[in-house]
Every structure is written in C-alpha cells, then in structure tokens.
C-alpha cells in the first residue's frame, strides 16, 4: 500500500456518513488552506446526470490540440485515485499526492469532513500551485452543494443531459434535481446547456434568470447531429461538417455538440473541434478490452466494459449496441444496491441473449447476485449467477464462443475489470 494510499484509507473514517451534502465544512477547510480555490487557473466546470465525463474529455481534448495545459478533476477513479486529478494533462505523481493529502489532513486538524470533500480542496492546492491555461471541474453529485461549487466565478459552465439518479440526495422529481444542477449556474458565466427534458430546461431558465446567467442551449443557440456517417454542428458563427466521435454510441454525439459549443464560446477554431471529438479518451464507456488475463480467456468473443449505471445509461447503451455489428450479446452485470437497477436493464433486455448476475467484490453497497438475476429476469432476460465476472466469461463462451460480452453496471466493477485485467 502507498503512502497515499493509507492516507486515502483514514480519511474514509473521518466523516460517518459519505454524502452530506453543505459546503460549511469545505469553507472552513478552504480557509485553513489559504483558500486555493481562489487561485485555479480559469475553471470551466461541470454538472449533470449523464455524459459529463465523456464531454469534460472531448473539451480537454479539444483544449490540449490547441497548445493549452489543462487541469482536470473527477470522479469516481477506475483503477487508483490518482485518476482523478491531471495536472498539465499528466496523473498528478504519487509524491505531489502525498503532499497535498498531508497538508489538507493537517489543516482539518481531525475535524469532520467528508472523503470527497478533503479531496477536492487536495485538487485544488495541487491546481493552484502548476501553471496551466485551464481547469476542468466535474461535479461529484448534484452541483449547488457539491464541494466543487467554491469556485466563486468559472470561466464557463457546461450542464450535460439531467435524468433522475442519487433521488435520496437531490430529490425524487426531474425539477428538483435539475435545481441541485443549476446551482453551479454564476451572474454573468456563460452556460452551455445539453439536451434536456423540458421539465429540466424550465428549471435552468428559471435559475439563470434569477441569477443573471447566459445559457448557450442545444436546440436553440446551437444544434448536433449525425448525418451521412458524419457529425454536423451548427451554431450562429456557422456550420462544422466534422467525423463522428471516437468514443462509441449515439448519446456521444450529443456529448460531442456540448464539448464543441463550449470551445466555440471559449474563441477555439474548427482544428480544435475536430481534435475534441477524435482524440478524447475516456475509460469504461463502452471500451473494447483488448489484452489482458480476461481477454485470453473469452478467447474469439469480444469483451466490452461500460460503468454507466442508471436508466437513461441503460438506453444510450442499448442503443450503441445495436449499432455495432451483429453478433450475440451477453451482460455480466454487478451493480451498486442504490441504483434502479430494472430501470437500467429494461432497455437492455431486447437486444441481450443473456445476462449473468455478480456481486461487485469489495463493496458493501454491492448487489447481490441472486438480486441482479431477480431483477433482469423481472424485465424478460434470461440470467443466472456467476461466482466471478471470469466464471461468467467462461459460461458464455462455451455456449456461445463467438459472442460479444459485455461487463456492465458500475463504474466500481469496472475499475475492479481494469484493475485486474492490466
């Protein structure tokens, strides 16, 4: 275990409760530090339900074509913690970490703070001290108290597609959550606003009205869509005629127009546009797995990984799989016991042979197997359970050597997949 990674490992037992949603705690901690939040270089942050961290990807793409040093921030990590936070466009180092876990743990002087919260003012001191042009902040949950929302005035805000998700947190209808997002909204920021239920949209408006913040909407001051195997991207300066994104699935060319819309607004030319959407990486969205233990073992089927895990992740995804080419597919699903787990698989029912349920290894909040078979069978999939996302692998290639399989639910068992496949 790492230095860091102890130091991580004792701050999870600072604060009983892992989301208590107030910034008191992130005020008084900020001001210990010296408030680096004050000192970011300018911020463009991030809310939303779906899509922010394929969107922050293609702006930071887009950003680093065009010679700028970025910073970014989000979250959860996949593989080590240290993914949550760039420096310059490089995974901070193990000693930077350190360093800064040190000092905020010092300043909170064992008061209590929540994991997420410490961390971000660690993102923050690491930003505040290496120059950059940029700093993508993606919220953590919700945005009006999410601990990101300390940045006073963001050079720009961007709100990806709102669906309902963390109800226990932001509240069970589509405008109360759509309020908890709106709340990065700032006087006088620029917003650039996804897709939208208008139930959401209606909320948006009505906060940036309040606040006196210019919203830059899809469908209204901008436009995306695919046409003749391209993406076509229209707003008032004109026309883009550009590739469709590197990153798979329909739902990313709208990903692709909020990234675009936000490089328009930041003065970025058409070179950088195109970058955005062919360059971006962004791990776990359906991600083709091409080496590794697991890889061996599925032989000539093709494994895929997918971290999405609520309904409307459920469709996108439903939709990206019928668009590939033809071959059956099978889920081997592990999903967290706070999701709407018969919301996310029903769109996935149709185009699945097959799914095998498995519990996510090492998380208490985990699902159990025999749950996730209830659930799919309740939605008309045929499921069984597996000891192991490995053992599933193996009972579907010996049905079915040629199939495509999918490891899907969580972004928790896809970071375990990573982990342990290299």
């Known amino acids: 275990m790492s230095h860091s990674d102890i130091i991580l490992e004792r701050m999870m037992s600072l ?22 939040e004050k000192r970011l270089p300018p911020v463009i942050h991030l809310a939303g339900t779906n899509g922010k961290g394929s969107t922050q990807a293609m702006i930071r793409a887009g950003l680093e074509a065009d010679g700028e040093r970025v910073h970014a921030y989000t979250s959860p990590h996949l593989a080590r913690f240290h993914e949550r936070i760039l420096l310059a466009g490089e995974l901070i180092t ?59 005035v963001p050079r720009l805000c961007v709100i990806t597609p709102i669906s309902i998700d963390h109800t226990q947190y932001l509240g069970e ?38 606040v006196g913040a210019a919203l830059l909407i899809h469908g209204q001051q901008w436009q995306v869509w695919e046409e003749n195997g391209r993406l076509v991207y229209q707003d008032e300066n004109g026309l883009l005629d550009l590739p469709l994104p590197n990153l798979i699935g329909a739902h990313q060319v709208q990903n692709a127009g909020a990234a675009i819309a936000t490089l328009r607004a930041l003065g970025k030319p058409e070179a950088a546009c195109e970058a955005a959407i062919t360059t971006a990486k962004w791990p776990a969205r359906l991600q083709r797995l091409r080496q590794g233990p697991l890889v061996q073992a599925a032989g000539p089927a093709e494994l895929w990984l997918d971290g999405g895990h609520n309904p409307a992740a ?9 668009r590939l080419h033809n071959r059956p597919t099978y889920l081997i699903c592990g999903m967290l016991n706070t999701k709407d787990i018969t919301g996310y698989l029903a769109p996935l029912a149709e ?5 095998f349920g498995v519990s996510i290894e090492g998380e208490v909040a985990t699902l159990k197997a025999s749950e996730t ?26 049905k079915d050597p040629t199939a495509r399989i999918l490891i899907c639910g969580s972004l928790y068992l896809a970071g ?7």
Not at 136 to 142: A, F, V
Not at 351 to 355: A, H, N, T, V, Y
Not at 375 to 389: F, K, N, Q
């Open 15 to 36: 604060h009983p409760k892992i989301i208590d949603l107030t910034l008191d705690r992130m005020v008084r901690l900020l001001d210990a530090l010296g408030n680096p």
């Open 351 to 355: 185009i699945s042979k097959g799914l």
């Open 416 to 422: 375990r997949v990573l982990r342990e496949n290299g």
């Open 373 to 398: 078979v209830a659930a799919a069978r309740s939605v008309g999939m045929i499921s069984e359970e597996a000891i192991s996302v490995t053992d599933a692998v193996n009972a579907i290639t010996s």
């Open 314 to 322: 459920g469709q996108a995804l439903a939709e990206a799989l019928q």
């Open 94 to 152: 193990e000693e930077a970490l350190n360093e800064v876990l040190d000092e905020c743990v010092a300043a909170n002087d064992g008061i209590t703070i929540t994991y997420f919260e410490i961390t971000t003012c660690a993102a923050f001191l690491a930003f505040s001290r290496t120059d950059a042009e940029y700093t993508l902040l993606e919220t953590g949950l919700g945005g009006r108290l999410d601990a990101t929302n300390m940045v006073e």
């Open 173 to 210: 209808t589509i405008e109360e959550i759509a309020a908890e997002k709106a709340g990065i909204l700032k006087r006088g920021v620029y917003c650039v606003v996804g897709p939208q239920e208008d139930a959401a949209l209606e909320v948006i408006e009505a906060v940036a009205a309040k």
